[in-house]
């Protein structure tokens, strides 16, 4: 034990699903207490790689090393009890319970042979929260906090299970510029006790700065190993995807209109009656992005809501749009009216995973646009459809028969967004429209959204992503604690000053 | 009329009897609780209850002793739930459909081993069957209503009611209870927390089928001592519904527990006046009506929650 210089490695690792190699030969030696980046495109075997790691998959040849030992887990828990955390990007969490019961789920210390001994579980958590400086909320319950703070559990809970090696997938793209700092700085803290990370993302300028190595993967192979001083941005995208990538949105002078969305007064309250949105007012002209940046449980999913008719607004609220009031009207009807809606939950509220490609393709359109058979599905048309989404979003898939879950998350984002933009909507409320994709795809998305403004969609652009929003908004919003906020027109702030405002710094400028 | 019904709906007796009333839906519904917090739409109740309805008699019949009749009637509810489980968790066919076809075969086939074992049809009525015998405490006997109201039960009334508060501690106390929670909120969760988690379904269900038995044997051998043809009567269906409105929480399962059994008490004492005996035979039914009623109205809340 110890005498490796690797904790661990993974030797000639490959595994196959049908014709598809997932990982072919797949080398990858990790140094004990430092960052290690693994990037790649979606598909590329990143996932499939951590997965054979913490033992949900199995290899079909390969080995695994720890500390120069080779060893053969026989499920994920012993893949945990040696050292290995994984933190998945659809977090692990239980909603309805408490922060605690999610942490020591699974990992219970037990007094009396049988009962929970919740006292010396609460004395490991604090000392785990005090000793990495975590502070998080040990009784609050998992759905009434923010995806930062849910981060920050999923941290400790690998924590408290033990892990030296914490596999972090995607972790950043849920956080704002100061919660990745925030992360960051855990992470560092983390590597300077002697942890070892695994830093899984698509968001290269976050991969330089934290990261001491850097394994790069394309088509289930590693295509380059690099230090990060060794590279820039442009030269790892360009390695990732295999051709060279512009990382800057192409925009160009908006063609606005008129008023296609007024909001007044809009006040929403959440079914413990709080009060999320208080008294918010904008408008958004054909033609127009408006983008609306802010910390995560700032409001927007409120917002978005109410907009969409998914949630009833309190009374004085007024929602028109296009001259019509639609402050109480279904989500059925804001199709029928040209309202396009891209989810930022993909998985709980842009698809339904159990059912087919195709029958997730049309959600919506049918409403919408309809079939040539009024009481049938047209099959046909259906595919059609999916196969146009398929194509101009390079949706990776076997058939339009599968299943969505079988999809990788970032395919399944590039349908939700296919779908929402390839039918003829005259408003967009789009949700983090590049959650968890590759650079390749988050520059065509981007153009895709220009491209529709062009033509005179109006589009609400709300985003965890400051620089998205920032790259792409005519006009900027900044929501804080249920307000919104002026965040200037299209360059006019800097990423701080609008960095700034999202933390309340502005909240008597309004 | 009314301040007579007023009179019987708040006397001693009624409550008396909603004790002893609330027992088979509280033993079916602190097993299950388990079951059903593991996320398994089991509704399976109402035909383990009338299996071990009738093995019970069964087992007193053979034996003479009401405590054989109780291990028969555990058994055959732990076996209907294996049945259940080989259907749902092994072969993965849809729950709704296995537990309708237990719950519509049961019937048939405790008729037909009627006719066979004791060559009747409608009721099994033997002196061979042996009820267990009320129990009396004479310390309780100074307590007035008290005392009429609680004394002088079979003994298994007061297992139930010590059954609450163990299947309380189970549940929210023991990492078993934990995580059944955790499974049902979110399977894949528990199994990167290297949960088993069909280990964890197995057991629930087995927890269900023996104590869904004990509310079978409740209601042949707590004092009637004979089995009559499709004899739980919906009690099953009550089981499973205070489970699911008490949100598998044993303290607020075991109000609706005692609202049902209050209800079928109202049933018995109101008999006895000439009220039309169909409005009064509602009365559970009602009540399960506007206790769900209640309890959407409280979650109601705008066009739509999307429960993510």
């Known amino acids: 034990m110890g005498n490796s210089e690797y904790i661990l490695e993974m030797r000639n690792i490959r595994k196959t699903f049908g014709e598809l190699v997932a990982n072919d030969n797949v080398n990858l030696k990790v140094r004990k207490g430092t960052v290690h980046s693994i990037i790649g495109e979606n598909g590329a075997g990143k996932s499939t790689l951590m997965n054979i790691l913490t033992d949900i998959h199995k290899a079909d040849s390969g080995d695994i090393l720890l500390n120069g030992e080779k060893v053969h887990f026989k499920n994920s828990l012993d893949a945990a009890r040696r050292g290995i955390g994984m933190i998945y990007q659809e977090f692990m969490l239980y909603r309805d319970l408490s922060v605690f019961d999610n942490i020591i789920l699974g ?121 990060p001083n060794e590279v820039d941005e442009a030269k790892l995208a360009s390695l990732m995807v295999g051709r060279d990538v512009i990382l800057q949105a192409n925009k160009v002078e908006p063609k606005i209109g008129d008023v296609l969305l007024s909001v007044k007064g809009l006040t929403v309250k959440d079914k413990d009656e709080i009060v999320r949105v208080k008294n918010v007012d904008f408008e958004i002209h054909s033609g127009e992005i408006l983008g609306i940046a802010g910390v995560a449980g700032s409001g927007q999913q409120w917002i978005v809501e109410a907009l969409f008719g998914l949630r009833r607004p309190e009374h004085g609220s007024q929602i028109i749009f296009d001259g019509k009031d639609i402050t109480y009207v279904s989500p059925r009807e804001h199709r029928l009216d040209g309202i396009g809606y891209v989810p930022q939950d993909r998985m709980g509220s842009g698809v339904n995973a159990k059912s087919s490609l195709w029958e997730n393709s049309i959600m919506g359109y049918h409403i919408a646009h309809g079939f040539k058979n009024k009481y049938l599905v047209d099959t046909k048309q259906a595919n059609e459809f999916t196969d146009e989404i398929v194509e101009q979003f390079d949706v990776r898939r076997q058939a339009n028969k599968d299943k969505v879950a079988a999809l990788s998350g970032g395919n399944i984002q590039k349908m939700v967004v296919g779908r929402e933009f390839l039918q003829r909507n005259k408003l967009l409320i789009i949700e983090d429209p590049t959650r968890g994709i590759d650079v390749g795809a988050i520059e065509f998305i981007w153009q895709k959204i220009i491209d529709l403004a062009q033509e005179g969609v109006a589009v609400l652009l709300i985003s965890h992503e400051l620089n998205e929003v920032m790259q792409l908004s005519d006009t900027i919003k900044v929501i804080y604690n249920g307000q919104l906020y002026d965040g200037g027109r299209h360059g006019e702030l800097t990423e701080e000053e609008i960095g700034l405002i999202m933390l309340g710094g502005n909240a008597d400028a309004k | 009329m009314l301040k007579e019904i007023l009179r019987l709906a708040f006397s001693v007796s009624t409550f008396a009897s909603t004790f002893r009333l609330a027992c088979p839906l509280l033993f079916g519904s602190m097993g299950g609780c388990y079951n059903s917090a593991s996320g398994c739409a089991n509704l399976s109740y109402e035909a383990v209850m009338l299996y071990s309805c009738f093995f019970s008699v069964l087992g007193s019949y053979i034996s003479g002793s009401p405590w054989v009749g109780l291990l028969f009637g555990m058994g055959i509810g732990i076996f209907i739930s294996i049945i259940f489980g080989t259907m749902s968790l092994v072969f993965h066919s849809n729950m709704i459909i296995a537990a309708i076809a237990l719950n519509s075969t049961a019937w048939a086939v405790t008729t037909l081993l009627m006719v066979i074992i004791f060559g009747v049809r409608g009721t099994v009525y033997n002196e061979r069957i042996v009820s267990f015998k009320p129990v009396h405490f004479k310390w309780m006997e100074n307590l007035g209503i008290f005392n009429k109201i609680f004394n002088d039960n079979v003994i298994l009334v007061y297992i139930a009611f010590c059954l609450v508060i163990i299947a309380y501690i189970v549940m929210y106390h023991t990492p078993f209870g934990l995580r059944i929670r955790g499974i049902g909120q979110n399977e894949k969760a528990a199994q990167t927390a290297g949960v088993d988690v069909n280990k964890y379904r197995w057991i629930s269900l087995i927890l269900m089928g023996a104590f869904t038995g004990i509310s079978g044997t409740f209601l042949t051998l707590s004092g009637i001592s004979m089995f009559v043809e499709n004899m739980p009567a919906g009690k099953g269906f009550l089981t499973m519904i205070s489970i699911t409105i008490g949100r598998f929480n044993p303290l607020l399962i075991f109000l609706i527990c005692l609202l049902f059994g209050y209800s079928q008490a109202l049933v018995l004492v109101l008999g006895t006046l000439s009220l039309p005996t169909q409005i009064i035979a509602m009365i559970p039914y009602v009540a399960v009506i506007i206790v769900l009623f209640i309890d959407g109205l409280k979650k109601f809340k705008g066009v739509a929650d999307i429960e993510v």
């Not at chain 1, 210390?109 to 000392?127: L, M, Q, S």
């Open chain 1, 107 to 227: 990992f219970e210390k037990k007094k009396w042979g049988f009962i929970i001994d919740r006292k010396a579980c609460r004395k490991e958590i604090e000392r785990i929260c005090s000793e990495y400086s975590f502070n998080i909320p040990l009784d609050a319950i998992v759905k009434d906090l923010s995806v930062a703070m849910l981060q920050q559990v999923e941290i400790v809970k690998v924590l408290y299970r033990g892990a030296d090696i914490i596999i972090m997938d995607e972790p950043t793209s849920v956080l704002t510029p100061q919660g990745i700092q925030g992360l960051f700085r855990a992470i560092r803290n983390l590597v300077g006790m002697g942890k070892t990370i695994i830093f899984i993302s698509h968001k290269l300028k976050e991969v330089l700065e934290i990261s001491d190595y850097i394994t790069i993967m394309n088509h289930g192979r590693v295509v380059a190993e690099v230090l």
